[in-house]
């Protein structure tokens, strides 16, 4: 729990989690922050974490460049907990263990710094934003922006781990499906009905 | 590169790499540490990192115990670098996706450490301490306790790990294989030839 004081919130100190969503890869991690507030929601930030080296680099660097940018997310935004997206099984053996190793450092950026971590497999993350489990990419970025009145679609990653974040939030505030039974505005703020 | 000051070590100030061993597991982790001095290899201590609350705890809890319990032998006993098994990739994509994450949290633990981090098949391994890649787990035991001059076999996994360190350090002296060629002891110290 943390007073929002975040650009464009309210003066007033009012009470809200600050929710972490994480999309983890090894080439791309895509994050996004958003505060709830009783049944709001509202962007703080997203992005994605890169490995700066490239495919070319040793994995444990790559690994320790996902971390750093974890740890960096936290340190500048501090969320008080992360919402994490469980990856898909490759038919790849290879490809599954790479995917797992990014994940595994991922969520240590994150309980490293002693954040509490939920699980949401694509499944979950795309019935609570899109109202279905088989929504594609565009649907979750296009249902993140409307989500989270914001003037265009997040980049394809940071979208993901947005829509993460509103899952939880979802899961935590029991609106039921936020997508589906509509949503609106009032007051200047987006709503969950 | 430090000075070695270990119990049993040379009284004098002499320059050793200290080489921490590890082969992960979502379960149980091994670790071992071995000083590196000229063509000298001498035991430091080796042991196993138990997730404590067992497989019923979430993820993210069983991963912040493997990173916490690198990062607490890293703290303890100051190695220069890492050397980690390359995982096996299991028939079972769970299971690889599962030992992934633990494989990128033990590695997240040293690189946060910022310890240079070498990674080697267990293939490269078995080769370096058994003389060959089919060995059985009780041979690199039996091995591990011969060339470092161990009074009983270490633990299964504790000698997997010690067996990577010696790995390293054996590409790193550019020996040739440790194990075949023979080894023995000259002034009461692991000489390998």
């Known amino acids: 729990m943390r007073i929002q004081m975040a650009d464009g919130g309210d003066a007033s100190a009012l009470i809200a989690t600050r929710i972490l969503g994480l999309d983890p890869g090894l080439r791309i991690t895509g994050f996004g922050l958003?505060?709830?507030q009783g049944n709001r929601l509202r962007y703080v930030a997203s992005g994605c974490i890169r490995g700066a080296d490239g495919a070319a680099s040793a994995?444990?660097?790559r690994l320790k460049t996902l971390f750093?940018?974890?740890?960096e997310v936290i340190d500048r935004y501090h969320p008080d907990l992360a919402a994490v997206e469980k990856v898909f099984v490759s038919v790849n053996p290879q490809s599954t263990l790479l995917l797992g190793q990014a994940r595994g450092a991922v969520i240590c950026g994150a309980v490293s710094s002693d954040l509490?971590?939920?699980e949401y497999t694509a499944l979950q993350v795309k019935q609570a934003v899109v109202g279905h489990?088989?929504?594609a990419k565009e649907q979750v970025q296009h249902m993140v922006m409307r989500l989270l009145d914001l003037p265009a679609a997040p980049q394809a990653d940071a979208a993901d781990a947005l829509a993460c974040a509103i899952c939880h939030a979802h899961g935590s505030t029991g609106l039921g499906?936020?997508?589906g039974s509509g949503h609106g505005r009032r007051g200047g703020r987006m709503l969950m009905r």
């Open 59 to 61: 994995l444990p660097i």
């Open 116 to 118: 509490p971590v939920s």
């Open 34 to 36: 958003i505060d709830m």
């Open 177 to 179: 499906a936020l997508a």
């Open 133 to 135: 489990g088989k929504a």
């Open 68 to 71: 750093d940018g974890v740890r």
